[in-house]
């Protein structure tokens, strides 16, 4: 039995999530195939979670890499998707929202044990693809369908580098516990920045999400700062400079991996001449692809 997740991009929210603010979230049109039907290769952190001593599938995941680097674009969680769906469909699921049901909180659980927390984003846009409004809450998150404001143009940005995401996290994490006060106050900007992105989006107002995301990429910038991490790269505000008046900020956790330019027409000539010089190649991208399914 085979099953294909899609990737993903986080659009807004990315460390506010984790205190409860909105993330968004949207499906990218490169999949992890699985495959029940042959032995695996590897088996990654999360799949050995989910699975434990039974056999995982095998699995490939290069749509989600370039090279030997990982593009950022929740590979972990496309796999552990792909790979729990390969199972289901021998257990007789059919239907996309069958096997998003059957796997998604599998999925969530065997993802944060395997990571030591996180929020699930990344696995809810596996499961379900199409582009989401994503709340951790006490006892399982709230997963909402939206539609970004239609005169949005989103373009990603591969920088060249991966990120190391669990190594920022952490960081992050650990100015919460010695500063908490200072992190209330900087997460706070992210959140309300991020609240304003969802409503933006719910109401179909694009220009209150791109200046939405904008605040994101100061509030971004500041956390990082203080927790001692590149959030927004030196290279990332250099572009930003260039972007205006679309936003230009880190899809996830930052550091790395890829970057959004979000406005409302394609990148300027000499964005694009700038972003070439420092590295950044972009990539081909369609948004709010198919949530996982049978192949």
Do not use: C
Not at 133 to 139: L, N
Request: net charge neutral.
């Amino acid at each position: 039995m085979k099953a294909r997740a899609p990737g993903k991009l986080v659009l807004s929210g990315a460390y506010a999530v984790l205190e409860g603010a909105p993330a968004l979230v949207t499906a990218v049109d490169r999949f992890v195939v699985a495959d029940a039907s042959l032995p695996p290769e590897r088996v990654t952190p999360e799949v050995r979670e989910a699975f434990g001593d039974e056999p995982a599938p095998w699995f490939d995941a290069s749509a989600l890499r370039e090279g030997d680097e990982k593009l950022g674009l929740g590979s972990s969680a496309a796999i552990l998707v792909a790979s729990l769906a390969a199972r289901e469909l021998g257990r007789g699921a059919r239907s996309d929202d069958e096997l998003a049901d059957a796997v998604l909180r599998p999925a969530l659980a065997a993802h944060a044990r395997a990571q030591g927390g996180g929020s699930g984003v990344d696995v809810a846009a596996a499961a379900y693809g199409g582009t989401l409004a994503y709340r951790v809450t006490p006892h399982e998150p709230t997963v909402t369908r939206v539609t970004l404001p239609a005169m949005v143009v989103v373009e990603t940005w591969w920088s060249g580098r991966a990120a190391a995401t669990r190594d920022f996290v952490g960081r992050v994490r650990a100015l919460r516990e010695r500063d908490p006060a200072n992190y209330a106050v900087l997460i706070e900007a992210q959140r309300a920045a991020a609240l304003r992105a969802e409503r933006a989006v719910l109401e179909g107002d694009a220009a209150g999400f791109v200046s939405a995301l904008h605040s994101q990429r100061a509030a971004l910038a500041a956390l990082g700062r203080v927790a001692g991490v590149p959030i927004v790269t030196a290279e990332a505000e250099r572009l930003a400079s260039l972007a205006a008046p679309a936003a230009v900020l880190p899809a996830g956790a930052g550091g790395g991996d890829v970057l959004l330019h979000v406005g409302f027409e394609p990148s300027s000539p000499e964005f694009r001449a700038l972003a070439a010089t420092l590295g950044h190649r972009l990539l081909p991208l369609a948004l709010g692809a198919r949530g996982v399914h049978a192949v």
